[in-house]
């Protein structure tokens, strides 16, 4: 186990090293390395993305919002302070904050006829033994966080849906670690309340 | 009647598993293609002069904002009277000088 993890470490470390190379190449005048960089990370700014927007074509315009900041940005990457990943996925979250400020600005909360069928079942059925799917419960999800600030629906979703413990959210957030256990309460019992309304209102 | 706290749960465990969506095969080209259109060099040369640029401005704006309200408070003319009084003060300075 000890070794497993070891290995994973220097595997860690290993891939590190290499992106950063891959940025000294880039800034040194070989901009289609970054080809690289971008292919290595795809998934994983879509995987992020896709926690906060459900639309395929609204995702990828993130995506690539968030890998061209990323380029006119690299200059200022530093390796020594974290990995390109990290720095990578902070990125990726600020734009999912602006992507969800600016649709608590824009947009009004979804009518509860908007709901699917399967999830609309689910929400009248008695007991909580019966499954529910993933993209249904997505649905009601959304519709529970609407009233949230963008600021509880980012680390509600970063940490109970990404499973991201309070320091990380702590580090790529910028906010004390107490600030986030307090949001996160918050959010949560308005989530549930939320929850409570859209049962009684069926 | 569900548990509330069973429900959120459930709720959330099913959330966690709704699959992400793939980026389609040829997105590294289409980013590609996004960043062609500005380079890292333009990068240094242009946005971060126009940055800084932008922070002295906000910080001169800041700095005469404070001025003006701690002169008001002390009871000094504001920026723009003391501004005044030294025109005035130069003008006439200048007359003599020009009409002995």
């Known amino acids: 186990m000890e070794r497993n993890s070891c290995i994973g470490g220097i595997s860690l470390s290993l891939k590190a090293d290499e992106d950063a190379t891959c940025v000294r190449s880039i800034l040194a005048g070989r901009p289609e390395r970054f080809s690289e960089l971008v292919k290595r990370y795809q998934d994983r700014v879509f995987a992020i993305l896709s926690r906060y927007e459900r639309d395929r074509g609204r995702v990828e315009n993130m995506a690539q919002d968030v890998f061209v900041k990323a380029w006119r940005n690299l200059i200022k990457f530093n390796p020594r302070k974290a990995p390109f990943e990290n720095w990578l996925s902070r990125m990726t979250t600020n734009v999912a904050l602006n992507h969800l400020r600016f649709e608590k600005r824009f947009r009004n909360q979804l009518p509860v006829s908007q709901l699917g069928e399967g999830a609309l079942e689910w929400l009248q059925e008695e007991d909580d033994s019966s499954p529910l799917q993933a993209m249904e419960a997505r649905e009601i999800l959304d519709h529970c966080m609407a009233d949230l600030t963008p600021d509880e629906h980012l680390i509600l979703t970063m940490s109970e849906i990404e499973g991201r413990t309070s320091p990380e959210i702590s580090q790529i957030t910028g906010k004390a670690a107490g600030t986030i256990r307090v949001v996160l309460h918050r959010a949560k019992k308005k989530l549930t309340d939320n929850l409570i309304r859209l049962e009684g209102s069926l | ?100």
């Open chain 2, 1 to 100: 009647m569900k548990d509330n706290e069973t429900a959120i749960e459930k709720i959330l465990s099913a959330a966690r598993e709704a699959p992400p969506v793939i980026p389609p095969e040829n997105f590294a080209d289409q980013v590609m293609s996004l960043t062609a259109t500005s380079s890292a060099e333009d990068v240094i040369t242009t946005d971060f002069p126009l940055l800084k640029l932008a922070w002295v401005a906000s910080f001169v704006f800041a700095a005469c904002l404070a001025s003006e309200v701690i002169m008001s408070a002390s009871g000094f003319p504001s920026l723009g009277g003391g501004a005044e009084e030294l025109a005035r003060a130069c003008f006439s300075e200048l007359e003599t000088i020009v009409t002995p």
